[in-house]
């Protein structure tokens, strides 16, 4: 009998188990589909800014995507290990407090400019996380740029649109942090679908005041489609890219954000950029392309000392 099976199988061998589509395309093409989308979901939201406010774009969006990962994702209390319950609260409060600065910057200054000082956070991340002095280089050529683009010296800005941007900034750097330790410690989008939540409870706070007076039909709907571009595609497609990049890796290569804003506040907003901001980006993008080379971790849990979780 074991004979036969043995020839069996070797006549018919068992088709090799295909890895995900997530895990065959390159890992930094998914940070630059989730920039992409970030940005244009973030240039489409100003249009409710009339209508419920920043604040309260940003709790209706969050109120969304919540729905769609609860639904998608259906996380159970087994799902969660007990360790990694702080850090889900943690990014909760993080993102809610990202996504209502982020907005209220925009509410003020121009997409590219909000990006590029949010961007501070990013850096802040990669010069912390660097193995070698040689690669706190490219987080300083990225602040060249920044600092470059954004031109304080001149006083030229709207200084609570500034300040909102660097709140946005320093949610964006425990952003990384955290969401790469929960996408080691919990399973799929079972640490999003709780998160999500988290975050749009707390942007309830001072989100809900401000719609109240203009919420409608037509708002609702508009807010469930920004709600897939941001934050239910770009925070998925982070997640997975940050199982196999380095958060060093993945904050400088966020460097990519400015240039990305820039087209998109273009294309959408009418912000056309002059040759002098095109430079000052092209610094940044340098420097967020030389970081990514040699930034991928190993995606092997047991390697790094972290429990597999089970599917």
Do not use: C, N
Request: aromatic share 6%; net charge positive; glycine share 10%.
């Amino acid at each position: 009998m074991h004979s036969e099976e043995s020839g069996f199988l070797m006549a018919f061998p068992p088709r090799p188990t295909r890895r995900p589509l997530t895990d065959r395309v390159p890992a930094w093409s998914l940070a630059v589909v989730s920039i992409t989308s970030v940005q244009l979901g973030a240039a489409l939201s100003t249009g409710l800014f009339p209508a419920v406010g920043t604040a309260g774009a940003a709790w209706l969006r969050l109120t969304a995507a919540a729905a769609i990962f609860l639904t998608i994702a259906r996380p159970r209390p087994s799902d969660v290990p007990r360790r990694a319950v702080p850090a889900i609260l943690a990014l909760g409060v993080v993102t809610a407090t990202m996504t209502v600065a982020t907005l209220a910057a925009l509410d003020r200054i121009a997409l590219g400019t909000a990006v590029a000082i949010q961007f501070l956070g990013q850096l802040s991340v990669a010069a912390a996380r660097a193995r070698r002095a040689a690669m706190l280089a490219w987080p300083a050529l990225a602040l060249i740029g920044v600092v470059l683009l954004t031109q304080p010296w001149q006083g030229q800005f709207d200084p609570m649109g500034v300040v909102y941007a660097l709140i946005g900034a320093f949610a964006w750097g425990a952003y990384i942090l955290l969401t790469q330790r929960i996408g080691d410690q919990v399973a799929g989008l079972k640490g999003l679908a709780l998160t999500i939540p988290i975050a749009a409870l707390v942007s309830a706070l001072i989100g809900v005041p401000q719609a109240l007076g203009g919420l409608t039909w037509q708002v609702l709907l508009a807010s469930v489609g920004l709600a897939v571009l941001l934050p239910v595609l770009p925070f998925s497609l982070e997640m997975l890219a940050l199982r196999r990049l380095t958060a060093h890796a993945f904050g400088t290569l966020m460097a990519l954000e400015p240039a990305i804003a820039m087209v998109v506040g273009a294309v959408v907003l009418h912000q056309v950029p002059g040759p002098g901001q095109l430079l000052r980006i092209a610094l940044v993008v340098t420097a967020g392309v030389g970081a990514e080379r040699g930034g991928h971790r190993d995606t092997d849990p047991e390697s790094l000392g972290i429990p597999v979780p089970e599917a």
